[in-house]
C-alpha cells in the first residue's frame, strides 16, 4: 500500500496529487454541460422562429408583387376572366400556372394547391378591385412576428377578426394571432 503522503523536491510532506475528478466535480461539469446544451437549444429555436417569419414575410411580398404584376393594366380587375367575363374566386391555380408562387412554397399544378412550411394552405382569391391571400396553419410566434409592423394592405385578419388601420402594433399582432396556429388573410388593391 502506497503512502499517502509524498515528498515534493525540497523533501516537504505533501499529499499525493489526485487523479481524475470526484463524483461531485462530475456532476457539477455535467450541470453546466446541460446548462449549455438547454441554452443552445433555446436560442437556436428563436432563431428557427425568426427565420420562420423572414421567410413568410417574403414569401407573402413575392406572392404579392407577382399578383400585381400579373393583373396589370386590368384595372384592379383580380379574378378569373372567362369570356370577357370577370368571376370572382380562387386564382391560385392560374398564378401556379404563371409561376408566381416562391420555390419555398410547395406547389401542385395537377391539384392547383400550394402548401406552407406548416403544411397549411396558401390560396389567393380574387375580388374585383382587392385580392386576398390566405397562410393557413402559421405557428403563433410566426404570426406575431408577421403581423407585427404589417403596412401597406387594405386590411389584415385571423380568424374572422380585422384590423385596418396601420402599421399593426405588436399587442394588436398578439390579439390577433390567439392559437396556436393561425390562419392570415391579407387583403391587397
Known sequence: MK????????????AARQRGASLLEG????????????????????????????????????????????????????????????????ITPTLISAGIFPTTLNTNATGGTVTNTWNGAVKVTG??????????????????????????????STGGTAVTSFPVSPKDADTLCAGDTNSIQLTSE
Open 3 to 14: 503512502n499517502a503522503y509524498t515528498r515534493n523536491r525540497f523533501g516537504l510532506k505533501s
Open 127 to 156: 375580388n374585383g378591385q382587392t385580392f386576398v391571400i390566405e397562410y393557413d396553419a402559421v405557428p403563433k410566434a410566426v404570426c406575431v412576428s408577421t403581423l407585427s409592423g404589417t403596412i401597406g394592405w387594405t386590411s389584415v
Open 27 to 90: 456532476i457539477a461539469y455535467l450541470g453546466i454541460a446541460a446548462l449549455v446544451v438547454l441554452g443552445a437549444v433555446s436560442l437556436l429555436s428563436s432563431a428557427f422562429s425568426s427565420s420562420d417569419s423572414n421567410r413568410t414575410m417574403e414569401e407573402i411580398s413575392a406572392i404579392r408583387t407577382g399578383v400585381k404584376r400579373m393583373f396589370t393594366g386590368m384595372a384592379n380587375s383580380y379574378g378569373n376572366s372567362a369570356g370577357g367575363t370577370l368571376t370572382n374566386g380562387d
